[in-house]
């Protein structure tokens, strides 16, 4: 379902929709805070340089189309503060949060039960993701990427579509091998891939330095990418 992918995940574009679907913020469930939370025109209390911004400013146009996607939500204003959630296409048709991702779908066409809108919703947020890839990239240079990824993370990732798509795929993708597929992986790149977080996920050392990851570079990345571990991700 091709609205499910930018209407989730892309640079925190539900916020475009916040208004709409919070009216009673204590009734949302906490982990869906993560997809409203953030306006990409809103600087304060977040810390970023200018390649991030400059990152925002190239995919505006994603935001702009996660905008015209979720019409559906801002035209609709009528679902009532316990049940924020518009079912796509449904019509008048609102369900709780409470009911999204809960393993049993609800809308219509089962949307609240997509995979890609239940990833992002247990992942760190896109604008966080894409600033840790930034800050790794600025830290350890524009080929450092290459150590988790492979070759083809070469140039700031220029070789898997760069670190804004790299960010919503780590966002919506509910599994390694969904993220290889989506990024183009090789096996060979997408084994290496499962090794590095395999690693970190059991604490091996040296491991990750025989994968080329030195401690440094290793304190700079496990805390981020455990939260993705502990999502599934690795699972086969």
Partial sequence: MPRVITAVALLGAWTLVSVT?????????????????WNPADRNGFDYDESV???FNQELRFVKKAEQESQHLRQNPSCPPTEPFLCPGSGKKCISLGFVCDGSSDCPDGYDENKAVCAAAKRPPVRETATFLNNLLKSH???FLVKIFGDTAHDKLAGMGGVASVAVLLSESPTIDDFAAATKLSPKNTERFRAVLTAMEKGDLDELRTLGITDSELADTKFFLDKIIATGFVSK
């Fill in 53 to 55: 911004r400059d990152l």
């Fill in 21 to 37: 679907l919070v009216s009673a913020s204590a009734l949302r469930k906490p982990r869906f805070d993560r997809l409203l939370q």
């Fill in 141 to 143: 240079g524009a080929n």
